[in-house]
């Protein structure tokens, strides 16, 4: 049985000038390993709730809890990869550690074996223009795991990919959370990728984001298409699209 390692309890949150909560009162519980997304329309406040979980914003109201109150490392990959072009490849990927004091030598020897993992061998001279779309998502979340955290914020990561190199960055970025046993959060407004990914799936129908009816997933990977998951995407559709009429 895993242990519940993040807590979101009754967390209220508006953004100033705002009239209306952007977040009222939600409540939902992220275990140990889960892989869970986020599922809500455009504009409802996903990326909100990866503010308040990395602390640039606090709610008014509520509370974010860790397991036993630790200091729990949080990664996090944006929905474009922010590589800085003047840095190699690899001086991209040790920036966290280095801003976290570690020596450059070291950084570099401590980034050095995931290359071969992570399909970026040879490349660590590289600058990021000389790479592919898909090549610069794998840097990218390389650069958010490097500093060892145990919960992956991922916001929409593959969005700017093509249909064929998603569907590829998925499988592998599904087994990469596996093999480093990270809770893995992600936000997205593309069903099929949540239905492939994910463990549980939380859908919010609209803003402020509240209520959500919660799917849980038990299909191996990596998913196709299947009945199982034809019918979930039915009942997503559903829930979104009640709300929307
Ligand atoms: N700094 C800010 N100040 C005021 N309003 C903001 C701020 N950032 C976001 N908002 C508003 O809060 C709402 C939720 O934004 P958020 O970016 O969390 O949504 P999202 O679901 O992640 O959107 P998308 O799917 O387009 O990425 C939007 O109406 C947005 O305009």
Redesign the pocket.
Known sequence: MSVNLLEIRDLTFT????EIP?IQRLNMVVREGDFLSIL????????????LLTEL?RPQQGQILYELNQDIQIGYMP?RDLLLEWRTVLDNVTLPLELKGVQKKKARGLAAPYFSDFGLEGTQEHYPNELSGGMRQRVSFLRAIIGGCRVLLL??PFSALDAITRLHMQDWLQEMCQKLELTTIL?T?DIDEALRLSDRIFVFPS?PLAEYEEITLAEPHPRRESKVLVDHKQRILQTLFMEAR
């Open positions: 953004y100033p000038k705002k952007t809500a329309p455009s504009g409802a406040g996903k990326s909100t709730i990866f503010r914003e929905q916001d929409e936000v407004h803003t």
